[in-house]
């Protein structure tokens, strides 16, 4: 599942007023959630005790709303750079222009019921690609993608795999390719939207037949956003100088440790390296202040 991306926040009442505002974001997820339910039940087993949940649940939402709105203006006078990252605020396709660099390209996605957008920015362009394919087909190829990887046997048959990433590239990538705006580019910073928070954008490969993943030809990025992204450009370089490596899941995911341990011996004794249990949320906090590079496997 996608989770919700936390930002830590130092500083006194500041720490309060972040917890504070992720609390309420809670409260609203659960409280719609409840709501939606009881508009279900609603629908299979008649209007009246649905109705009167829907009611209190809906009064209770409208109640948190507001309390966070009035944290929002609280915290825009008292933490500005968290309250614009928490609010989306919208940034200009100038300023955008004006941080990157003449060899790296932004490639925002809009997934519509009918079609689906690429916003292309450059450092001088700002183009908008049609990319004539539906939400639907990409969440049948993006579900069908992640089952082909996820299959230990697939790695007998490449092509079970190969196929459905080749696909992608041809529905994502190969229209921006093929317009030109990507000459030159080394760099590329992924938005995603919708299902494509699911693709692995770096594993897709050319439709050329060379075989040649994404992240072989150009350096891989991602953001949540275009503005959120400008905010990260924008903030001061980090101060810490250690690498902090975490594999919470040696279980599922066996090969991770590996992964941290591979870190470990590259920058020595600058690592930092939490495995299993100690990778938990509260170890995660406390170190990241002092690491210029976190990386989760």
């Known amino acids: 599942a996608q989770g919700r991306v936390t930002l830590p926040v130092r500083g006194g009442a500041n720490d309060s007023l972040a917890s504070r505002e992720q609390d309420l974001r809670r ?3 659960v409280l719609t959630g409840e709501l939606e339910s009881a508009r279900t039940v609603g629908a299979l087993r008649g209007p009246l005790a649905p109705e009167r949940t829907s009611v209190a649940v809906r009064e209770a939402l409208a109640q948190v709303q507001r309390r966070y709105g009035d944290l929002l203006l609280q915290m825009r006078e ?12 919208v940034a200009s396709a100038r300023r955008i222009r004006s941080r990157l660099a003449a060899g790296e390209a932004l490639l925002e996605y809009l997934v519509g019921d009918s079609t689906t957008l690429l ?18 087909e990409l969440a049948k190829l993006v579900d069908f993608s992640r089952g082909m990887l996820g299959r230990p046997s697939a790695s007998a048959s490449s ?24 000459a030159g580019k080394q760099s590329l910073i992924i ?7 699911y693709v692995p954008f770096a594993a897709l490969l050319g439709a050329s037949g060379d075989d040649a993943f994404l992240v072989e030809r150009y350096r891989v990025s991602y953001a949540p956003s275009a503005s959120v992204w400008l905010r990260l450009r924008e903030r001061p370089p980090a101060t810490g100088t250690m690498v902090l490596a975490l594999a919470p899941r040696v279980d599922a995911l066996p090969a991770s440790r590996a992964e941290v341990e591979a870190i470990g011996r590259i920058y020595g004794a600058r690592t930092e390296m939490l495995i299993g249990a100690r990778a938990s949320e509260r170890a995660l906090r406390a170190a990241a202040p002092r690491a210029s590079i976190v990386h989760f496997a």
Request: charged share 25%.
């Open 27 to 29: 409260q609203i997820d």
């Open 78 to 89: 008292s933490q500005p750079e968290y309250s614009a990252i928490v609010t989306g605020r």
């Open 119 to 136: 916003f292309v920015v450059t450092a001088d362009t700002t183009a908008t690609i049609d990319l004539g394919v539906s939400r639907h």
């Open 159 to 182: 092509d079970l795999w190969r196929a459905p990433l080749r696909r992608l590239d041809t529905f994502l990538i190969e229209p921006a390719e093929k317009s030109g705006l990507l």
């Open 191 to 197: 938005v995603p939207q919708a299902e494509l928070h």
